[in-house]
Antibody
């Protein structure tokens, strides 16, 4: 069974940083693109970032470009999101999601999703 | 960025009804359109990919159609477990974008 388990969220002050992690199991992690998608409380879904199987192709939403950095460690079957210069608007549940076999961040659907880790930005 | 507009934003329906949800893209996205179901407190679940392909394990009462800019998700014979929020997502270009969602409620 494919499982994605996020961690690393928490309460952080505006301007602060966090590193989110996603531990994957149940599939050949290094064959697949991976993504982060967030959902602010009571709001819709927003794609944040995606990374190809070999880290050679990366994409970001305009709202996070320059502040967020996606990475992966295939040996550890883990996906990461370093988030800096946090703003109140970044408050959301951050999900990691499995993308395409052998693909990059484009042409992607997300299946499955992890349950998410909550990031709250507040002073 | 490609804007995805869903309609309606909510609807009321009864068990056994046929429900249709529409998603419109701001530009031609071919068939790069996916549909998800989300229940309260749960992660989204992929229903349909590339406009009309049914994801493994998803009941056949769910179907998708369309290409270009206009797409539909149809749920035939609505079941109690289908009351949820449905969301479309384009995978044509970065940034990947979602529709605002359609909440299907019990009449």
């Amino acid at each position: 069974e494919v499982q994605l388990v996020e961690s690393g969220g928490g309460l952080v002050q505006p301007g602060g940083s966090l590193r989110l992690s996603c531990a994957a199991s149940g599939f050949t992690f290094d064959d697949y693109a991976m993504h982060w998608v967030r959902q602010a409380p009571g709001k819709g879904l927003e794609w944040v970032s995606g990374i190809s199987w070999n880290s050679g192709d990366i994409g970001y939403a305009d709202s996070v470009k320059g502040r967020f950095t996606i990475s992966r460690d295939n040996a550890k079957k883990s996906l990461y999101l370093l988030i800096k210069s946090l703003k109140a608007d970044d408050t959301a549940l951050y999900h990691c999601a499995k993308g395409q076999l052998g693909g990059g961040p484009r042409a992607a659907w997300f299946d499955p999703w992890g349950q998410g880790t909550l990031v709250t930005v507040s002073s | 960025d490609i804007q995805m507009t869903q309609s309606p934003s909510s609807l009321s329906a009864s068990v056994g009804d046929r429900v249709t949800i529409t998603c419109r893209a701001s530009q031609n996205i071919s068939s790069f359109l996916n549909w998800y179901q989300q229940k309260p407190g749960k992660a989204p679940n992929l229903l349909i990919y590339t406009a009309s392909s049914l994801q493994n394990g998803v009941p056949s009462r769910f179907s998708g159609s369309g290409s270009g800019t206009d797409f539909t998700l149809t749920v035939s014979n609505l079941q109690p477990e289908d009351f949820a929020t449905y969301c479309c997502q384009q995978s044509y270009s970065i940034p990947l974008t979602f529709g605002g969602g359609t909440k299907v409620e019990i009449k």
